[in-house]
């Protein structure tokens, strides 16, 4: 795995995801440039603020009809994850449409916003990205606004009503948290997406 890259949204700490990488012993660069995209084995979309800043982001570096065309597996990252989808109640903006469903608030449960912490994550059984990690385990969530569990929903998590801790549709893999956060279940989940994601 020579050719790992890291998208530059132009909003997102990317440092923080290139050094959890470098911890695993993978070379991942942080790149905005197309040609570089195209030709990666595989790629992050790593995101952190609001989903109409970064797609502002992704527009102005004409990344938008490269990402959706791009066949390789491409793993998102809590606002990366959101981007995924069709469309944002955050800003009332169309996002990447790379599989259906959508990024809205979550519900007032009567819990602080953002969801913020260590929470336990449910996945589906013998998902490629969870192999090696302990079932209920806990990864580190930033958030707001969320994915309500779908048909592209591979784990979940619960912070008053359930919502989607991970989603996949065909190439694209998307993660609600910050598996560079968190710990020895998050390094592995990194790990999993560079060797076992074909």
Known sequence: MNRLKIINTGCANLSSVKFAFDRLGYRADITDNIE?????????????????????????????????????????????????????????????????????????????????????VHYSTDHPLFAEIEQDSYFYFVHSYGVLPNPHTIATCDYGVPFSAAIQNNNFYGAQFHPERSGKAGAQFLRNFVENIK
């Open 36 to 120: 570089k995209i195209k030709s990666a084995d595989k790629l992050i979309l790593p995101g952190v603020g609001t989903a109409k800043v970064a797609m502002q982001n992704l527009a102005n570096l004409g990344l938008i009809e490269v990402i959706q065309n791009l066949k390789q597996p491409v793993l998102g990252i809590c606002l990366g994850m959101q981007l995924m989808t069709e469309f944002s109640e955050e800003g009332n903006l169309e996002l990447l449409k790379l599989m259906s469903g959508k990024t809205e608030k979550l519900p007032d449960c009567h819990l602080p916003l953002p969801h913020m912490g260590w929470n336990k």
